[in-house]
């Protein structure tokens, strides 16, 4: 199959969310950042921190699915630019990362020290924050459980709805006992949020970019399936891995012992594959039985 070959990716078809997105949350940062200064606020420049996270990946996720669907003029991208989605959510997760740390960083270094917070800033940008990002949330949710590209992106935008709800709780607290410290414990729980969000999308970043099996699907189950085909005797060399979001991919040698069956054993083998397991795109081998050495390759 040649490297013109297209396919579609979900990444493509939610690109109108990212844009819409990236400019509400671009917009109001410079919002929260000016409030933030103004107010002193820890929680309020660590939400503000975040939303530039949040600016820097809604922004790297647009570009990426642009450079995705761009047909390779190269010719060495035989699977074309598929993968800078996954790229640009790992970017995502370092940021979602760097900016938890931060947060964490500044919290512990005001414990214990004198900090003039302003509750009043706080809730009301706080408020406004709380609104754009669950219209951000609304408009990325239909896209995050098709593309990991928009899942990472969704939920940057996830976390930073937190932030803001705990933007309004510092100011709250801060405004009813008259201590600080609230601000300095929701800046830390923020940032503890955050990290929890990264490190679980990381791994599903680092199982894509491993070449791992596709979660929710069972390699042994797959060989199982294949070596049921009529026609089919043995079945070696499998690999299933995933491109990007919504796109599977699978090799395997099939064995078969009547050559006039081969036609047909290719075309069960791949239905099977896109029916059963939602593999669309598969490299298959048909062998004779008698054939020796492919079967003995130890990876």
């Known amino acids: 199959m040649g490297a013109g070959h297209g396919h579609g990716h979900a990444g493509a078809r939610h690109r109108w969310r990212l844009a819409t997105a990236f400019c509400l949350v671009g917009a109001y940062f410079f919002v929260e950042l000016g409030y933030g200064l103004v107010s002193?606020?820890?929680?309020?420049?660590?939400?503000?921190?975040?939303?530039?996270?949040?600016?820097?990946?809604?922004?790297?996720?647009?570009?990426?699915?642009?450079?995705?669907?761009?047909?390779?003029?190269?010719?060495?991208?035989?699977?074309?630019?598929?993968?800078?989605?996954v790229f640009a959510s790992l970017l995502a997760?370092?940021?979602?990362?760097?900016?938890?740390?931060?947060?964490?960083?500044?919290?512990?270094?005001?414990?214990?020290?004198?900090?003039e917070v302003s509750s009043g800033p706080m809730l009301v940008v706080g408020a406004i924050g709380l609104a754009v990002n669950l219209a951000?949330?609304?408009?990325?949710?239909?896209?995050?459980?098709?593309?990991?590209?928009?899942?990472?992106?969704?939920?940057?935008?996830?976390?930073?709805t937190a932030g803001s709800v705990g933007v309004i709780a510092a100011g709250a607290l801060v405004a009813t006992t008259g201590q600080a410290l609230w601000d300095t414990l929701v800046a830390l729980a923020i940032g503890a949020f955050v990290a929890v969000r990264a490190v679980s999308l990381g791994r599903q970043v680092l199982a894509v970019l491993g070449q791992h099996v596709p979660e929710g699907m069972d390699a042994a189950a797959v060989a199982t399936d294949l070596a049921a085909i009529d026609g089919v005797s043995d079945v070696h060399d499998l690999h299933l891995w995933t491109l990007t979001s919504g796109m599977h991919v699978?090799?395997?040698?099939?064995?078969?012992?009547?050559?006039?069956?081969?036609?047909?054993?290719?075309?069960?083998?791949?239905?099977?594959l896109l029916r059963r397991?939602?593999?669309a795109h598969a490299t298959l081998q048909i062998e004779p039985a008698d054939h020796r050495g492919c079967d003995e390759l130890g990876w």
């Open 136 to 160: 951000a949330l609304m408009i990325l949710r239909a896209g995050a459980g098709e593309s990991l590209n928009v899942k990472g992106a969704y939920l940057e935008v996830m976390a930073d």
């Open 93 to 115: 997760v370092i940021m979602m990362l760097g900016v938890a740390l931060y947060v964490v960083i500044e919290a512990i270094g005001r414990i214990g020290g004198p900090a």
């Open 250 to 272: 699978a090799t395997a040698h099939l064995v078969t012992a009547n050559p006039d069956d081969n036609h047909a054993v290719l075309d069960r083998a791949r239905d099977l």
């Open 277 to 279: 397991h939602g593999v």
């Open 40 to 85: 002193g606020s820890l929680a309020l420049l660590s939400d503000a921190g975040h939303m530039a996270a949040d600016v820097v990946t809604l922004g790297a996720a647009l570009v990426a699915t642009r450079i995705a669907a761009r047909p390779d003029t190269t010719g060495r991208r035989s699977y074309g630019s598929y993968r800078a989605e």
